[in-house]
């Protein structure tokens, strides 16, 4: 069964995607589902993360984000039968390719789908549901009246970030690298109630005009930002050219923008606070956290709150709540030239595939 895999080269070439045979599987064993995938969404592979859990092989399985329909379950399985309609996220040290026509999978890694949704959104919300979830219930807690600062918000993870903390009733600041990425949150409104924008006020970053710090205090009269979910950070005022191209906030700027007791979620795997950056968030009482979301695969001691989540953004795309930004179906034979643009971090909308 041919499936796409990454391939490390061992002479230190970059890194390739190729598709492979694989021997077929037979049946479904105890608690594992085989499920004939419909969809499969793509998203970047952490290769120095596969490093450090020692899970980096010369052929790594690409695809992790599946919906599609159970043909066989195991004799131990409890939670779905033939037929059922499913979405889930396969493990990191799956075996297999989620673009194979077949999988097999532990039944704790997935979810049913919602009838009425598509094969294409639920696979590609799962994943940034679960981010979003991770950042703004678990790092942080998003509540009505809280003001929340989204960085980058036009992509497929900044779009349900910012859906979700809007439905938990917070306010929600965003910024946007281009006039195409505003004009797009300017037109993303909740499907009911009142048709206003979901991000309360938009920050362009595209005429080089803009200060985050002082757009941010002058929104919040001053009194700074509840949760700020970046999208990675400067650590020195001289950054290498990738990181000023990308218009990446110092993290100086982060913490002033925080307010008494705030919460910082970051994805820079390296920040380094220095004692006066350490001893202005004790000052304001403020915390950082670092937005992991494989915590929840690394980990199976609350694979039950896990599988709450799951449901949950189902739910809420099943009522509209989350509207996922996702590009148009790559059919399985683009699948590879797909994987080498999310690789790059050069795809801006979500990449499905559709077998």
């Known amino acids: ?42 998203s970047r592979i952490d290769t120095k993360l596969l490093t450090d859990i020692k899970l980096k ?24 039968q033939p037929h059922d309609e499913v979405v889930g996220i396969l493990p990191l040290d799956s075996e297999e390719s989620g673009l194979c026509e077949v999988v097999l999978v532990h039944e704790h890694y997935l979810t049913h789908k919602p009838e009425k ?24 807690y ?6 929340v600062l989204i960085m980058d918000g036009a992509t497929p993870f900044g779009t349900i970030a910012i859906q979700l903390a809007q439905h938990r009733g917070a306010k929600v600041i965003s910024t946007v690298r281009t006039l195409e990425d505003k004009q ?16 309360a006020h938009i920050i ?4 080089g005009k803009y200060h985050l710090t002082e757009s941010c205090l002058e929104e919040t009269g001053g009194l700074g930002v509840d949760i700020i979910l970046d999208a990675g950070v400067r650590l020195y005022n001289k950054e290498n050219k990738e990181a000023v191209e990308e218009s990446l906030p110092h993290k100086h700027d982060i913490i002033m923008l925080l307010s008494v007791g705030g919460h910082w979620i970051t994805m820079e795997e390296n920040l ?26 690394l980990s199976n001691i609350q694979q039950g709150k896990y599988l709450c989540i799951l449901e949950d953004i189902m739910e809420k795309l099943s009522s509209a709540v989350f509207r996922p930004l996702l590009d148009e179906p790559v059919p399985l034979y683009e699948a590879k030239v797909s994987m080498e643009m999310v690789q790059k971090n050069q795809a801006r909308k979500k990449q499905v595939v559709q077998l």
């Open 1 to 42: 069964m041919k499936g796409l895999y990454w391939q490390q080269n061992s002479s230190g070439e970059e890194a390739s995607f190729i598709f492979l045979e694989k021997d077929n599987f037979s049946v479904a064993r105890d608690n594992y589902v085989k499920v004939q995938v419909k969809a499969c969404a793509l």
């Open 117 to 140: 949704i598509s094969w294409l959104e639920s696979a590609g919300t799962i994943r940034d549901g679960v981010r979003a979830y991770t950042a703004l219930h678990y790092l942080s």
């Open 272 to 297: 380094q606070l220095d004692p006066p950056d350490s001893r202005c968030l004790f000052l304001k009482g403020a915390t950082v956290s670092f937005l992991n979301d494989e915590v929840w695969n």
């Open 57 to 80: 092989k010369e052929f790594l399985p690409v695809g992790r984000e599946i919906a599609g329909v159970v043909l066989e379950v195991g004799h131990k399985v409890t939670s779905f």
């Open 184 to 199: 797009y949150l300017e037109r993303l409104t909740p499907s009911v109630g009142a048709k206003q924008t979901l991000a």
């Open 142 to 147: 998003v509540s009505p009246g809280k003001t």
């Open 204 to 207: 362009d970053e595209s005429n």
